[in-house]
């Protein structure tokens, strides 16, 4: 190769990987986490004098809420007791506010409370919007998803002539930029094949609908979305009649959907046009096989129990496999816990990449400047540190705040973090703010089974001794991670 067309990958290489490494180490770090969401919810509400929510409570739910808020009959969502929490939970979009509502009951009255602001659903939702506005950040990350496929290409480029002389190579004599670079390279080029998916899936989960454009207007003259409007709709959308008809019962409705599909674990239900007599809901749910996607759909008339269609993996048409296999790859939701241990791993080796990249670059520049270093150099350094270390230390305050605190304070609690983090790192000199945000995540995860057991009351022995497995995973990765971060900061 060229010597000016190496120069010229590995600036795309290193330029791509600065601008979306932060992004993109806050996606790792928080998707590692959120890979075991339906266990952090357990975790939570363990020691909770809670009782699941009787399902009989489910259709006066849905029809005091009508009552107070009929525009809300156009589109839903009930969520039933189970993997989502004890309690029924009604989910419903304002467009006036732009906002969705998480209606619940409390006592013999609807509670009304902003929805996925519980700490579980702050976390899923840093790792494709890093905290930013949902709508924006998902759009960026798309974009920041193509800059990550341009580092992974350039990246291949520049050093697969050296990948098998030096992949194991971890030179710990020598100097620290060089201890930096060989763990990142292995890293790189061992979790490659799984950074390539991440990418590609990233990019198309998130504005795969902006990447069809060019097709839509300049290939299928307008039409292409209405070509796939089909591959993607279990049945066709009917148009309302206006004419008024009672819902059926909820439990009834479930029993239906039940024995037309009886491998179907329901999860949720979704209420399109309720109370018309074309209105429909939609039950989703998983279908336990071998099969890469496991959910299944049944559609009933939402007043007659009439079956309107039904889909399962076999059925899917392909662009349904696609993108359900797509998101099954992309969060990890297939062979139970040895591929979700397996992709927390990966996570938190995609987060370290991306930060000892941008730690090189640092330590490159301020070796070839003068020892004030330029204030650009300064100012990297102190993004880095602070956005990195406070985006983990954010997390494990959530997880503190998750057992502690109501609500509305979770996000409070991880910005506050955030914020102080990154304040810390630009007033403090580069070293030490490292060491110490790294301290301070260190206490914030050791302090993480100490809030469970306040919150239940169970020790981590325990929970081991008891078979409480989830609160002891959680509570022994806390302990482990807490190790490695007083390590780090050590270095």
């Known amino acids: 190769m060229k010597v000016s067309t190496q120069k010229s990958f590995r600036a795309v290489h290193t330029w791509t990987g600065l601008v979306a490494g932060l992004f993109l180490f806050i996606a790792f770090y928080a ?17 909770e004098l809670r009782q699941a929510t009787s399902l009989d409570r ?30 029924l939970s009604l989910y419903w979009y304002n467009e006036q506010s ?7 009951w409390q006592g013999d009255e609807l509670s009304h409370a902003p929805a996925r602001q519980d700490f579980v659903s702050l976390i899923y939702d840093l790792h494709f919007t890093a905290g930013l506005p949902r709508l924006f950040g998902t759009y960026l990350f798309g974009i920041v998803c193509i800059l990550y496929g341009l580092a992974l290409v350039s990246g291949v480029v ?12 971890l030179r710990f004599g020598q100097s620290l930029k060089r201890v930096w670079q060989d763990a990142h390279n292995l890293i790189g080029v061992l979790s490659l094949p799984f950074h390539i998916l991440f990418a590609w899936s990233g990019a198309v989960l998130t504005i795969g609908f902006v990447l069809l454009a060019p097709f839509q207007f300049l290939v299928y003259d307008g039409k292409l979305l209405e070509i796939l409007e089909p591959e993607f709709e279990v049945v066709a959308h009917v148009e309302p009649t206006g004419v008024k008809v009672p819902l059926l019962p909820v439990t009834e409705l479930l029993a239906k959907a039940q024995a037309t599909l009886p491998e179907l674990e329901i999860e949720s239900l979704y209420y399109h046009d309720a109370g018309d007599q074309n209105g429909n809901v939609t039950f989703y749910g998983q279908i336990h096989s071998q099969a890469l996607t496991q959910s299944g759909v049944v559609v009933l008339n939402a007043s007659t ?25 992309h969060y990890g939701n297939f062979a139970e816990y040895p591929v979700k241990w397996l992709y927390f791993l990966l996570g938190l080796a995609g987060a370290f990449l991306f930060y000892s990249g941008n730690l090189m670059w640092i ?25 990195c270390i406070g985006a983990m230390a954010g997390v494990s305050g959530l997880f503190l705040a998750g057992t502690l605190l109501p609500e509305a304070l979770h996000a409070k609690v991880y910005f506050a973090l955030f914020g102080l983090a990154l304040l810390w790192a630009f007033i403090r000199p580069a070293v030490q703010a490292r060491r110490e945000l790294l301290l301070l995540t260190a206490l914030l995860t050791l302090l993480i089974p100490l809030a469970g057991y306040l919150h239940s009351g169970e020790q981590l022995l325990s929970a081991l001794l008891q078979g409480h497995w989830i609160r002891f995973g959680v509570d022994a990765t806390a302990l482990g991670m807490a190790a490695a971060f007083w390590r780090l900061s050590r270095i």
Request: aromatic share 10%.
């Open 98 to 104: 732009g906002a969705q509502q998480k209606i619940q």
């Open 31 to 47: 998707g590692s986490v959120s890979v075991f969401v339906h266990e952090l919810m357990s975790w939570q509400q363990q020691g």
């Open 158 to 169: 520049i050093y697969a002539p050296v990948f098998f002389k030096d992949l194991f190579a």
């Open 305 to 329: 129990a009439e079956v309107l269609g039904q889909l399962t993996p076999e059925q899917f048409r392909p662009g349904t496999t696609f993108l359900r296999g797509l998101q099954s790859l």
């Open 363 to 387: 330590e490159a520049r301020r070796k070839a400047g003068d020892v004030l270093q330029p204030r650009s150099i300064r100012f990297l350094t102190a993004l880095t540190n602070g956005s």
């Open 58 to 87: 489910a259709q006066p739910l849905i029809d005091q809420f009508l009552a107070q808020t009929p525009e809300a009959a156009h589109g839903f969502s009930l969520v039933l007791p189970g993997h989502h929490g004890p309690e």
